[in-house]
């Protein structure tokens, strides 16, 4: 019995390597992510390219509820992947000009494609890892959901700056808060670091809090020293730029 056990374990393995190499063969957007994971590339938090379509509907819908009915709206999906969140922003912003934007070239690319299929003027993608040529005060909402993190975190090690530096973090969210309108509001969602650690975080308030499911996996929680807070949980997704459009 051990024995076929054995030999059943490694067929498993052998054919998950084999579903890995065809994947990475065929699949531009999965093969750029391997790519970005082990050689890694400037501006990069997150090299994974994990989403689905109306991921975060409580800060989707508080986000509308917030913005209101205007027909001027400026939405930046920060971290697009292949473009889902930036679809499902448009069903709750019919009239919204979104953009998205990500590092990974084949997943733009990939929802290129899918603009390209059924057209739409008011949206567009493009690949980057920094919102340095943005004026500032532009958006009036930026979402920026399960990208400043490395899923390779998982496991909580006792410091992350192997991976990634809250450094980096306090760049991108001030660069952020930066293309931000005041009375704008910044979502962020499964970050490895807190918001309120940062010093752009003082031109902001809270706008919501979304507490976990019960069965999430959770997101191991950073200090400014990029060490391991034990225990830590972070729920505050949305936060208001101080001051009124």
């Given at each position: 019995?051990?024995?076929?056990?054995?030999?059943g374990?490694?067929?498993?393995?052998?054919?998950?390597?084999?579903?890995?190499?065809?994947?990475?063969?065929?699949?531009?957007?999965?093969?750029?992510?391997?790519?970005?994971?082990?050689?890694?590339?400037?501006?990069?938090?997150?090299?994974?390219?994990v989403?689905w379509e109306?991921?975060?509907?409580q800060?989707?819908e508080?986000v509308?509820?917030?913005?209101g009915?205007?027909?001027?709206?400026?939405?930046?999906s920060f971290?697009c992947?292949?473009?889902?969140?930036?679809?499902?922003?448009?069903?709750?912003?019919p009239a919204?000009?979104?953009?998205?934007?990500?590092?990974?070239s084949?997943a733009?690319?990939?929802?290129?494609?899918?603009l390209a299929?059924?057209?739409?003027?008011r949206?567009?993608?493009?690949e980057?890892s920094?919102?340095?040529d943005?004026a500032p005060?532009?958006y009036?909402?930026i979402?920026?959901m399960?990208?400043?993190?490395?899923?390779?975190?998982?496991?909580?090690?006792?410091?992350?700056?192997?991976?990634?530096?809250?450094?980096?973090f306090?760049r991108?969210?001030?660069?952020?808060a930066?293309?931000?309108?005041p009375g704008?509001?910044?979502?962020?969602?499964?970050?490895?670091f807190?918001f309120?650690?940062?010093?752009?975080?003082?031109?902001?308030?809270?706008?919501?809090?979304?507490?976990?499911?019960?069965?999430?996996?959770?997101?191991?929680?950073y200090?400014p020293d990029?060490?391991?807070?034990?225990?830590?949980?972070?729920?505050?997704?949305v936060?208001?730029?101080?001051?009124?459009?």
């Amino acid at each position: 019995m051990a024995l076929a056990s054995g030999n059943g374990a490694e067929a498993s393995f052998l054919q998950r390597k084999l579903a890995g190499l065809w994947r990475l063969a065929r699949d531009p957007a999965y093969r750029w992510v391997k790519l970005l994971a082990w050689f890694g590339r400037a501006g990069m938090f997150q090299p994974f390219s994990v989403t689905w379509e109306d991921r975060y509907p409580q800060i989707f819908e508080h986000v509308r509820e917030a913005l209101g009915e205007r027909q001027d709206l400026r939405l930046l999906s920060f971290g697009c992947a292949t473009g889902e969140e930036v679809f499902t922003l448009r069903r709750y912003f019919p009239a919204a000009r979104i953009k998205g934007i990500d590092i990974n070239s084949a997943a733009v690319a990939t929802a290129r494609e899918r603009l390209a299929a059924a057209p739409e003027p008011r949206i567009e993608f493009v690949e980057g890892s920094s919102v340095a040529d943005e004026a500032p005060g532009t958006y009036d909402a930026i979402f920026c959901m399960a990208v400043l993190r490395d899923g390779r975190l998982g496991s909580a090690p006792p410091r992350c700056d192997p991976r990634l530096r809250f450094a980096d973090f306090e760049r991108t969210s001030a660069d952020l808060a930066r293309a931000l309108k005041p009375g704008g509001l910044l979502a962020l969602r499964h970050s490895n670091f807190r918001f309120c650690d940062t010093s752009a975080a003082r031109d902001f308030e809270t706008g919501l809090a979304v507490p976990f499911p019960a069965d999430a996996r959770s997101t191991p929680i950073y200090g400014p020293d990029n060490r391991l807070v034990p225990g830590a949980v972070y729920l505050d997704c949305v936060f208001v730029k101080r001051g009124a459009f």
